[in-house]
């Protein structure tokens, strides 16, 4: 009978959502049991006792990024599966509220507001802008299709694939002429031993500089004091931060004080318990026929 | 042959655009001759002078609203046409520009920065929200293919027609219960006698109270007093307002001030002169071969 632990900073409504759908067999665990073989919740949690459990099978992160969980001195011997699919819609919601925060001068009107002054400057439009997805997964797609939604022309940059029907235009190498010519730059990369500083002097001196880089994927991939020197220099017109090399980036870092930036905490993509529930009841029916799970990290690759 | 006299505060943007099609048969006068038959441009400036063209066959307004034209002491002998189709995708943009500043907490995130403190609070989504339009045109079908797109509930208020197959539930009666359980409430009508202050203290005080009401449409269809008072009162969370009863909005007005409020100085759907002279293009020819012209206002409607 398989026994589940949570771990999780949400744990009464992860509790609630998994019990209200009755899954057959399942034992759900209120005290921290050592015979568990499934472990569920957030990775750096799970990292912490993850190493008592001599049953364990499989760890469901209820997050895309399971990086605590892939450090090579922590044991492999099990299914790591993280949470895909449901980020997709929402990091759509994020960046192209920021888009069109920037192209609809939302906050210059806000501005004008306050001295109580009529401002009729006309605005910009995404309608025929470029936009450049750094990564297109299954989050990337989401993007690419919003992109279209919005009227855009959508570069890809992958290693290889090319699979996306909203994108107008792969790259698979050269990241500056990736860059060169786009209106919006978008980082939805992993932190692998690839992607570090992937985001560098080259690539942001390559952007316009109307341009305003997004990242949405770690921070890891960008080199921050170059970006720092792109925001100060005026090389690029503005960013979106809402992943960085040190989280919570630390009070007193110039990224706070960056002409036209934001930052946004690393919140774009909420983890939803309805979400991320509904997706371990999936898994765990999958589980329990013995077929393979769905979402399953490679070790090696790193997502 | 035909000839052309254009009336506007962008002219020369126009006239290039317009020559740069070469018309067949089309005089662009370029001093103001009374002996033009087409009028083109800004229906308020049009307004001033149009009564003295003995030979006026049509006019072609580059705004959607034609106001300044259906005064029923104005003349009414020509073919008037206004500017359609070309705004709902910039309406769908503005509308959702400001839904995403709300529900993703953009100036909440913005405050946080400010103290360079790190903000994970939670924000919502747009996914499983409630829509109401207020009126479903063109654009009004357009910001419902948009928020379909956000994968939110889309309720239409019209007199009769149910053709949009992005609104999920329509009202042709009782205004308050279609305002009743919407998150969003968005105004697109246009000014007419009988949506003259359709929206009232009956039908805002129906709205819960998170709702936002957001005014696309025109000023005149709100009872300002009432939207006021709904504001201070917490009756409603906000509003976004593009247009109102007077514009621009005086200073001083407790609009500019109310809470949660955001006055946009009627810049929701701003005409681009590619989009205006591309719509001018297309009714010319229809003129020429004497066909019917698109976009054509009926005077006793007004829209």
Not at 109 to 119: M, S, T, V
Not at 224 to 250: H, R
């Amino acid at each position: 009978m398989p026994k589940l632990l949570i771990f999780s900073k949400r744990l009464d409504e992860y509790r609630q959502l998994i019990e209200a759908a009755h899954l057959p067999d399942l034992e759900i665990l209120t005290a921290p049991g050592l015979d568990a073989d499934i472990l569920f919740g957030e990775p750096d949690l799970i990292r912490a006792s993850f190493a008592s459990f001599p049953d364990l099978k499989w760890v469901q992160a209820n997050w895309a990024g399971v990086e605590p969980l892939l450090d090579p001195a922590l044991r492999c011997d099990y299914i790591l599966a993280n949470a895909r699919g449901v980020f997709g819609p929402l990091m759509s919601e994020f960046v192209f509220g920021y888009l069109l925060l920037h192209e609809r001068k939302i906050l210059q009107r806000l501005e004008a507001q306050k001295e109580q002054r009529w401002d009729p400057t006309l605005t910009g439009t995404l309608r025929g802008k470029t936009i450049g997805l750094l990564g297109v997964g299954s989050i990337g797609a989401e993007l690419a299709r919003a992109a279209k939604f919005f009227g855009m022309h959508v570069r890809g940059f992958t290693r290889s694939s090319a699979s996306c029907p909203d994108v107008d235009e792969y790259f698979h190498a050269d990241l500056p002429a990736f860059a060169s010519g786009l209106d919006y730059f978008v980082s939805v990369l992993p932190n692998t031993a690839e992607t570090r500083h992937i985001v560098n002097a080259d690539v942001l001196t390559a952007l316009p500089d109307h341009a305003i880089f997004i990242n949405v994927g770690r921070g890891s991939t960008v080199d921050e004091s170059a970006l720092v020197k792109a925001l100060e220099t005026g090389a690029i017109a503005g960013a979106v931060l809402d992943v960085f090399e040190q989280e919570p980036l630390p009070a007193g870092h110039s990224l706070w004080s960056a002409p036209n930036t934001f930052i946004t905490s690393h919140t774009s993509a909420p983890s939803f318990p309805e979400d991320i529930a509904r997706l371990f009841i999936e898994n765990y029916h999958l589980y329990l026929a013995g077929n393979p799970l769905k979402y399953v990290v490679d070790f090696e690759r790193g997502y």
